[in-house]
């Protein structure tokens, strides 16, 4: 048999620029949002909250240890939430943290509970952020999984899900944020359009 060739199905390709992943163009001002995504999400909802699924230590992907400075996936703090506009679920996030972090690099991290983090990030002026990075995640890469999973969704879909990820700086500290834009996200518009 041979050996399979491509990228893995459990590896995102990271690209630099969205029109390097080719998304429907909807999904272009959805990726591309240089301000709060959170405050967007709220513009586009008449009730907006965060649902965490789970925070806790857990080893982080292969495609995320180099972007926080580890040399081989090892073990971070992993925070998981469904951000839902009118109770539906818009956007999965992801966020991973090295062990090596201290309470003063993240201060408020460890008891977000159902507050968005993007409002914390965006409300601290110690917080350097990152240049915006895009990808197609297929249905083998363990965000998909887990964003289906999340979603009540047992059998896999072909179809892709677009996702952006952020580096964030605060003292020594290094934060990543993954966002996978679901579907529905598509479907919203701005509350004052309704």
């Known amino acids: 048999m041979s050996a399979r060739r491509g990228p893995s199905l459990r590896q995102a390709q990271w690209q630099p620029h969205v029109l390097a992943v080719n998304p429907p163009p909807a999904y272009v001002p959805w990726l591309t949002e240089g301000g709060s995504l959170t405050a967007r999400l709220k513009a586009h909802s008449a009730a907006f909250r965060v649902q965490c699924l789970h925070q806790r230590t857990a080893r982080c992907l292969s495609?995320?240890?180099?972007?926080?400075?580890?040399?081989?996936?090892?073990?971070?703090?992993?925070?998981?939430?469904?951000?839902?506009?009118?109770?539906?679920?818009?956007?999965?996030?992801?966020?991973?943290?090295?062990?090596?972090?201290?309470?003063?690099?993240?201060?408020?991290?460890?008891?977000?509970?159902?507050?968005?983090?993007?409002?914390?990030?965006?409300?601290?002026?110690?917080?350097?952020?990152?240049?915006?990075?895009?990808?197609?995640?297929?249905?083998?890469?363990?965000?998909?999984?887990?964003?289906?999973?999340?979603?009540?969704?047992?059998?896999?879909?072909?179809?892709?899900?677009?996702?952006?990820?952020?580096?964030?700086?605060?003292?020594?500290?290094?934060?990543?944020?993954t966002e996978v834009f679901l579907p529905s996200v598509l479907e919203l518009i701005k509350t004052n359009d309704k």
């Open 63 to 177: 495609d995320e240890a180099a972007a926080i400075g580890m040399h081989r996936p090892g073990r971070v703090w992993e925070r998981e939430v469904l951000l839902r506009c009118d109770n539906t679920p818009a956007v999965f996030g992801h966020t991973v943290v090295p062990i090596s972090a201290t309470a003063s690099d993240w201060p408020l991290f460890s008891h977000l509970g159902e507050r968005s983090l993007g409002t914390t990030l965006f409300g601290d002026p110690l917080v350097w952020r990152g240049q915006l990075e895009f990808a197609r995640l297929r249905e083998g890469h363990p965000l998909a999984q887990r964003a289906r999973a999340a979603l009540g969704l047992s059998a896999p879909e072909t179809q892709l899900l677009y996702a952006r990820r952020c580096l964030y700086k605060r003292r020594q500290g290094t934060l990543l944020v």
